[in-house]
């Protein structure tokens, strides 16, 4: 088992920053792949970023140039770091670390606000 514990939501007005980090522990595989997804009110969980343990990314359209997000593999921690946030980065931003179908786990979210 891995759990997955994040920090770092909150409310920002708009233009403003917020990290985020998920620590893991437990039965970490290393060569696990980390990211982070949202889920606004009445839609659907979307990726945001991810990283894998080479440190190669994916960002969705939505977040490039804004959000850059960054992993500590000793300390098996990943960051998210949100700049220039808009109304519409507003959700509950999941941790999530997962390596082929029986290595899959999800942090039990933090909120992000948006608003002015």
């Known amino acids: 088992q891995v759990q997955l514990v994040e920090s770092g939501g909150g409310l920002v007005q708009p233009g403003g920053s917020l990290r985020l980090s998920c620590a893991a522990s437990g039965s970490i595989y290393g060569a696990n792949v980390m990211g982070w997804y949202c889920q606004a009110p009445g839609k659907q969980r979307e990726l945001v970023a991810l990283?894998?343990?080479?440190?190669?990314?994916n960002y969705a359209d939505s977040v490039k140039g804004r959000f850059t997000i960054s992993r500590d593999n000793a300390k098996n921690t990943v960051y998210l770091q949100m700049n220039s946030l808009k109304p519409e980065d507003t959700a509950v931003y999941y941790c999530?670390?997962?390596?082929?179908?029986?290595?899959?786990?999800w942090g039990q979210g933090t909120q992000v606000t948006v608003s002015s």
């Open positions: 990283i894998t343990r080479g440190g190669s990314t």
């Open positions: 999530r670390t997962w390596f082929g179908r029986e290595y899959d786990y």
